[in-house]
Structures are given as C-alpha cells and as structure tokens.
C-alpha cells in the first residue's frame, strides 16, 4: 500500500485537539473525512505530535496509507478543497516509504509558545497568543529556562493524566527572547509529556513577573511535584512549528 506524508499547518481552535473524539471535532476528523471524499476510502492518519485543544500547528506532519496510487500534488490539491471550511492547511504531500511513521520515526519536535505582553488585549491575535498585561522580563525568563536543561525528571511540569511511562525527559532548546510586545519561547526535545510545554511556560511567567527567581523555577522542577507547578499557560499561543526526522 503506497503512503504519504503530509506537512500540515491547522487553527487550533475550533477543535478538540488532534486526536479523534466521539463527540467533538477534531482535526484528524477533518483529514480523515477529506481523505475519504476524494478517495473513497477510510483511511487512518498518524501524527507526529496529538495537540491538545486549542493548540496550533505550523509543521505538523502525518502520514497515512491508501490502497491506490494517487499523484501526490492530486493528493495535496484535494486535501485542501475537501477540508474547506475548516482552518486546516495541507502545505506539502510526498509519498515516502512504508517504514517512515510520522510518530515513531521523528527525533525531535519544535514548540513555540507566543506572550502578548501589553496593557492592550489581542485584537488580530486573540486566540492566538497568551495576553498577559504586567510586564515580564524576558532576559530572567530565559535564564530560569537554560537552568532546566538536558535530562531530568519532569514531573512537576506534567500533566496529571499524563500517559507516559517515565517522567523523564531531555530537554535539548528552551530559549525566551522579546521581539517588541511579543514574548517568544521556543522549545525542543524527541518528545514531550502532555502539557509540559504549557507547563513550564506558566511558571516561567511567574520569574517574569518577579514572583520568582530563577532559582525558585529549577527548585519546582527538583521537587519533583505537581503542586510546585505555577498556571498551566493557555493552549492560545502553543505551536508546533517543526518535526525533525
């Protein structure tokens, strides 16, 4: 069975998340249903990071398997007619070889975390963006940030119906810089726990705001404790922006 790989880029927020729910829409539902009109056939996607609500993608990246061979522009061209009106986007297909898994085959995945931070709300960004309106220090934020980096047990930043194995996780990009309103964070690793991201950058507000120190954020990760955790940020300004394979 020939497979493809997709580059996706979706708007988070009509969604429940990735992930296939049975009374919610999700943005596997939207692919899959897309696949099934030009194609006639059910396929299953797989990809390589199950955003939750409200998260958005720049490059997530799926693949999927169908019984006929189809020319892959047909296949990107038809994915975006049939996915209308939906805020999902397919920027690339390719066929690629059976033992590529979108999944399991990736060795890193890229998070982008966006801060609005100014006393006036998000008018072209809302639902795009955290609006936090008390100024945050960038430069203590990024230095809290490279103090938890490489491999550690991260179960203070996981979150509680967290699924994995192991809390561990090596960290390899946790980097915070101000491009004008705007506070970037960027994260790296071969996998995250569930909400780890949105974890770390809620209690990294907490240094911006002089609520903690730099010192206080690698403590909350030493304890070891969910509890030590600060606000889970909001799914608003999560992307995932790359997969490395």
């Not at 049939?82 to 999944?103: D, I, M, N, S, Y």
């Not at 100024?135 to 930043?157: C, K, W």
């Not at 690793?189 to 990294?204: E, T």
């Not at 606000?231 to 999560?238: E, F, Q, T, V």
Request: glycine share 6%.
């Amino acid at each position: 069975m020939p497979r493809y790989r997709l580059s996706v880029e979706y708007d988070g927020r009509p969604f429940c998340g990735w992930q296939m729910q049975a009374h919610d829409l999700s943005v596997q539902q939207v692919l899959e249903d897309a696949i099934a009109r030009f194609s006639g056939e059910d396929a299953v996607t797989q990809a390589a990071g199950r955003t939750d609500a409200g998260v958005h993608a720049l490059g997530q990246v799926v693949h999927f398997d169908l019984e006929r061979e189809w020319n892959p522009f047909k296949i990107r061209e038809a994915l975006n007619y049939h996915t209308k009106p939906h805020p999902v986007a397919v920027l690339t297909c390719e066929q690629v070889g059976e033992e590529f898994e979108a999944r399991f085959s990736a060795i890193a995945r890229h998070y982008e975390y966006r801060i609005l931070n100014r006393r006036a709300r998000a008018a072209l960004d809302a639902g795009r963006v955290w609006h936090v309106p008390v100024e945050l220090e960038a430069d203590a934020m990024h230095e809290a940030a490279q103090s938890i980096l490489g491999r550690h047990d991260f179960t203070t930043f996981r979150a509680s119906e967290c699924q994995a194995k192991s809390p561990e996780r090596t960290l390899d990009i946790f980097n915070v810089r101000r491009e004008s309103e705007m506070i970037v964070v960027t994260a790296k690793a071969r996998s995250f726990l569930h909400s780890q991201v949105r974890s770390m950058v809620g209690s990294l507000k907490l240094v911006g705001e002089g609520k903690w120190t730099p010192r206080d954020f690698r403590a909350a990760l030493d304890a070891r404790d969910r509890a030590r955790c600060g606000p889970l940020a909001p799914p608003d300004g999560l992307y995932l922006t790359k997969v490395d394979y």
